[in-house]
């Protein structure tokens, strides 16, 4: 079955630091894939997505490149803020008939200080 | 537009008994997912439901079930609860075609006693 495998948390950096989040799938088909921010106390966001190979996705300063020969999307900023505190999750769509259906990496724990 | 809305947004039930949580999608979206997230478990696929028909179900027991209503509205259950339901029930709905943007609501804490 699909699979998403994050690298484990929880991740300390000072502010303005580089940021990499690793994340790998394992998937039948051709998947669209996301990484998802949660804040306390809320729900998923949609940070940013990529549908087909190559695709880079790119949102709030954050980027990740849908790589098919290596099976990854690794989240990256270049400089964080102490407002991007949050668990970051990485996810897949195999879409067909899954239809909706994600499937998430274990999320990893960012704190940034100041 | 109004976001994704579940209620209630906190629960406490204890063992046994049964639940009821609900989710109004964004106006327009048709197509509603239900997931489960835990610490263990991390976040879970429970069922997705689009013109009040389930379209695809995760690996859950029968004790959860869910539903649709003709104005896209949905509603999950949990019967027979047990300790281990504890969790955050999250929905998220999006437009049919445009499944890769899914909308996220804020969850309801369920706590099981």
């Known amino acids: 079955g699909n699979s998403v495998t994050q690298m484990e948390g929880p991740v300390t950096l000072s502010e303005e630091a580089f940021l990499t989040i690793n994340c790998t799938y394992t998937a039948t088909g051709y998947p669209s894939l996301f990484w998802y921010v949660q804040y306390p106390g809320e729900g998923l966001q949609l940070l940013l997505k990529a549908t087909k190979a190559d695709d880079k996705g790119s949102n709030k300063g954050f980027e990740a490149t849908y790589r098919k020969e290596t099976t990854s999307f690794h989240l990256e900023k270049g400089s964080v803020q102490v407002s991007d505190s949050a668990v970051y999750f990485c996810a897949l769509r195999e879409g067909g008939t899954s239809y909706g259906k994600l499937t998430f990496g274990q999320g990893t724990i960012l704190t940034v200080h100041p | 537009k109004a976001g994704v809305t579940q209620t209630p947004r906190y629960l406490i039930k204890t063992r046994g008994q049964q639940v009821t949580l609900s989710c109004s999608p964004i106006s327009g979206h048709r197509s509603v997912s239900w997931y489960q997230q835990t610490p263990g478990q991390g976040l879970q696929f429970l069922f997705e439901y689009f013109s009040e028909t389930q379209r695809n179900k995760g690996n859950f027991p029968g004790r959860f079930s869910g539903r649709q209503f003709s104005n896209s509205r949905s509603e999950m259950n949990v019967s027979t609860l047990e300790l281990g339901d504890s969790a955050l029930y999250l929905c998220?709905?999006?437009?049919?075609?445009?499944?890769?943007?899914?909308?996220f609501g804020p969850g309801t804490r369920l706590t099981v006693l």
């Open positions: 998220a709905s999006s437009l049919e075609g445009n499944t890769d943007t899914q909308y």
